[in-house]
């Protein structure tokens, strides 16, 4: 079994979730998957945590309250509770900010996975990797 200390630690972007609820046979899913069978461990804050439900519970995706309940019991008991760092480069979407926060407040850094890496240009990561849910499965 992996030890805490070697298991890897991602950020999750909201999308990333969403995507892994909607379709249970796609990369996020799997990513998903590894984080609730505690095969990596996620990291976290209040902030990322409420974005999570609203997005969830958005009538639109149809996901049932238990189902998001579960998930989001699951991060909160087994993932990585984080007080952010301030981050002061700027991002396309202020809103993304929280992630980059929370992977930097890790060290090292957490990865944060995205589904729209266009909203973390290079220029703006500092010094946390950024990839899409392909890029960490495959590398």
Do not use: C
Request: charged content about 25%; aromatic content about 6%.
């Amino acid at each position: 079994m992996t030890s805490v200390k070697a298991m890897p630690i991602v950020v999750l972007d909201t999308n990333v979730v969403v995507s892994a609820l909607l379709k249970a046979d796609s990369l996020p899913a799997r990513l998903l998957a590894a984080v609730l069978r505690g095969d990596l461990r996620i990291a976290f804050d209040a902030r990322i945590l409420t974005e999570y439900r609203d997005v969830l519970l958005r009538q639109k995706f149809g996901f049932e309250s238990t189902r998001v309940d579960l998930v989001l019991e699951a991060v909160e008991r087994d993932g990585i509770a984080v007080a952010a760092l301030k981050w002061t480069l700027s991002l396309p979407d202020a809103d993304d900010v929280k992630f980059l926060e929370v992977a930097s407040a890790l060290e090292p850094s957490a990865v944060v996975i995205t589904g729209n890496i266009r909203h973390f240009p290079e220029e703006s990561r500092g010094t946390v990797r950024v990839v899409t849910p392909h890029d960490f499965l495959e590398t």
